[in-house]
């Protein structure tokens, strides 16, 4: 067991780790309920929602990009895009869920499993970056880059803890 400073930046990086954790928990349960609201959400009610969004700005500003673009994006959106996103939302909200209770138990091998997984969302993120160049999906990979961190960085320190432990 370490003492110290060593010990208290220790506990603040655990803490890091733990709220990240947390953070990517939320994270989940809204992809999941995004995904859930995809599956069952008709074209003909997007149309309406995005209508409505976008109604007082178009009648200000007929030619504004942001709202245009919104409701053609609503109005070519296939059954197949559709489905596809909701598969994604909550394939990717139930593992990163799975992954994320694990590792708030301190199962030991969760941490390689969830680092592959998290590098794999990552790898495919940014190969979605070079085609949507959305500064959220940038925002989201760094998170999820600080998390692979503090993950590894925990995983080493509760594997280094548990052989300590059987060697006293």
Known sequence: MRIGRWYIAERYVHWAF?????????????????GIAALFVTHTLLIRLANLVTQGELQEDPHDLVANYLLHTVQHLSI?????????LISHGAIKLWLIIGLLRERLWYYPTALVVLSLFVAYQL??????????????TVVDFVVIALTWHEYRF???KLQADQGA
């Open 80 to 88: 197949g895009t559709q489905h596809f996103t909701a598969l994604y």
């Open 127 to 140: 190969y979605r970056f070079t085609f949507t160049h959305s500064p959220w999906l940038l925002m989201l």
């Open 158 to 160: 509760l594997r280094g």
């Open 18 to 34: 733990q709220i990240s954790l947390w953070f990517k928990a939320i994270f989940a349960l809204l992809e999941l309920a995004g």
